[in-house]
């Protein structure tokens, strides 16, 4: 009884090759009988240690070769024939026989394709090597058999994968743009609001500022946590060390000192302070929008990174002043601070954490600012190079209609 073996195709433009996986074949035994249409092979080669079989398969080609001009070439383990196409059926042949057969591959690594032809073609063969190791043999039905060669598993997962990022981002998006927008207007409303106030009632209306204003500042600034998930998430592009500082520093000086204490929020310090946090949200919100969908505004990225420069350090130095005048207070009065014996067992002092959080506030504001340094000078950066490419369009356009007046200009002289 014969064994078919595994053969392995491919073609040139004027020949066909066929590759015969056999071990230890015996070259007496080799027939190989080469019509127009057909080719036929039989040898006897070794399947185990102790064992011999007869290999044998018959193909009928697609198209017709010429049956006196093929070579054969006998290996350790295959055998190796080169058929010739025929004159009239030289070129690309879209497959090398009529039928379907399970024993006969093409040959990816024999012929010269691209670099991602190759890749897609090795992980097509994989992909249906991986089917037939875990669901067994596929069909031999041929409507089945065509449509398992047609499929293209990798492209089907790309777009799978491609669809699922396309949600994501949708999703992602929205929910940025409504938190972006719904923040930087609340944000917006304190700071005109605090301007105007002072313009129509005077410098008095500075004394009343948070009274009036402070609910809207904390509620906006409460929402702020959600940045914290942002950044841990990777939502947002702005490291989680940058957000805790600006996040939990502002809301330690909001609740714990400034709320906590209403003598000091008539304090013009107090004033200050609000203008210059709304005043960096109110053009940070916006900026971030506009960023989501890859939309670049000079104006409002200038600002971005440079309105900072004066409101970072004025807005330092009213925390700090706070915190500061905040510190005897709470050592007199122990609020807040936990001491022993207590049915918890755990002491807190939170006059030695005002004075820990004092000395972070510059610390970390150095840091901060030295963190928008370096994120300015790629912001102007890019500006300057984008400010560049608009003029070099700018001139190409200025070019190209010199060019079409002259060129109409010629043709009316003709």
């Not at 499929?151 to 938190?179: C, G, H, P, Q, W």
């Not at 917006?188 to 809207?216: C, E, K, Q, T």
């Not at 502002?250 to 203008?275: E, G, K, T, W």
């Amino acid at each position: 009884m014969s064994v078919t073996p595994p053969v392995l195709w491919s073609q040139k433009d004027k020949s066909i090759k066929l590759v015969v996986d056999i071990v230890a074949v015996e070259k007496d035994s080799l027939v190989l009988t080469v019509t127009e249409n057909s080719i036929h092979f039989e040898c006897t080669g070794q399947k185990t240690i102790d064992q011999t079989v007869k290999y044998e398969f018959d193909l009928e080609f697609h198209k017709t070769v010429d049956p006196e001009r093929y070579l054969k070439s006998v290996k350790d383990r295959s055998v190796k024939i080169v058929i010739a196409k025929s004159d009239a059926d030289q070129g690309e042949w879209s497959k090398i026989c009529t039928a379907k057969h399970r024993w006969l591959k093409f040959d990816v690594d024999s012929v010269e394709v691209t670099d991602d032809e190759t890749i897609a073609a090795r992980k097509l063969d994989q992909s249906r090597k991986d089917l037939e190791s875990k669901h067994g043999p596929l069909p031999n039905d041929a409507k089945i058999q065509q449509i398992s060669s047609m499929l293209n598993v990798d492209e089907i997962s790309r777009d799978l994968d491609l669809a699922e990022k396309e949600l994501y981002d949708m999703f992602r998006n929205s929910y940025l743009t409504i938190y972006n927008s719904v923040v930087g207007l609340g944000f917006l409303y304190v700071f005109m609001i605090s301007v105007i106030r002072v313009v129509i009632d005077g410098p008095g209306a500075m004394v009343s500022n948070y009274r009036n204003m402070g609910w809207l500042l904390k509620s906006c600034q409460n929402t702020v946590y959600l940045e914290l998930l942002h950044s841990f998430f990777k939502l947002t592009k702005t490291p989680l060390s940058a957000t805790v500082m600006q996040v939990l520093g502002r809301n330690v000086v909001l609740f714990l000192v400034l709320d906590a204490d209403p003598s000091l929020q008539s304090s013009y310090v107090v004033y200050a302070l609000m203008i210059c946090w709304s005043a960096i949200e109110v053009i940070r919100y916006p900026y971030y929008t506009l960023q989501i969908y890859g939309i670049e505004f000079p104006a409002l990225t200038w600002l971005r990174y440079s309105l900072w420069i004066p409101l970072y350090p004025v807005g330092i130095c009213c925390e700090a002043y706070l915190v500061y005048q905040t510190i005897p207070l709470v050592r007199d009065s122990k609020r807040l601070t936990m001491e022993l014996p207590n049915t918890a067992n755990f002491a807190f002092s939170f006059y030695y954490y005002l004075v820990l959080h004092l000395a972070a506030i510059v610390i970390g504001g150095a840091y901060l600012m030295h963190h928008m340094i370096r994120q300015r000078a790629s912001a102007m950066k890019k500006l300057s190079r984008n400010a560049a490419l608009l003029q070099v369009q700018k001139n190409h356009e200025e070019y190209l209609e010199i060019r079409k007046k002259k060129e109409m200009e010629a043709t009316k002289k003709k």
